[in-house]
Structures are given as structure tokens and as C-alpha cells.
């Protein structure tokens, strides 16, 4: 069984970050503050599903494609 990601929530769901999947992505997730630990809420849908806008750790909204999401695994 895969382990659930960012890319599965529905809106308003929230997420601990467990860890990323993607060696590469995750340098890039990190450094815009996406850290093992912190909560996740999955804020906004665009029309045709991609992006997504999540808050991250209550203090600010990011923007994601769903591929980039789909690295951010959850507890």
C-alpha cells in the first residue's frame, strides 16, 4: 500500500508531515518550509484540480502541482 500524500486530501483536511518521497523535490519542498513535523491543510482546488493551495503550519499559504504534492507523504 502507498503511503498517503498531500495530492490525497480533500479540502479542509489536514496532515503531519512524515516525510518526502522524491529525493530532488524534497530540497526544494524544504527550503519553502515544508518540514517533517509540521501540519498541513489543504486550503483550495484550482478549477481543474491542479494546483492546490496549502497552509503550511498555520502561518502561510503555498501553491503546489499535484506532482509536487504527491512527494509530501503524511503521518
Given at each position: ?14 496532515g ?16 519553502m ?43
Amino acid at each position: 500500500m502507498s503511503a498517503r500524500t498531500v495530492s490525497h486530501l480533500r479540502k479542509g483536511e489536514k496532515g503531519i508531515i512524515k516525510s518526502f518521497n522524491n529525493r530532488a523535490m524534497s530540497l526544494k519542498l524544504l527550503e519553502m518550509g515544508c518540514l517533517p513535523g509540521c501540519e498541513v491543510r489543504l486550503d483550495a482546488i484550482a478549477p481543474f484540480g491542479d494546483p492546490i493551495c496549502i497552509n503550511v503550519g498555520g502561518c502561510y499559504s503555498l501553491s503546489l502541482r499535484l506532482n509536487e504534492a504527491s512527494v509530501i507523504e503524511l503521518e
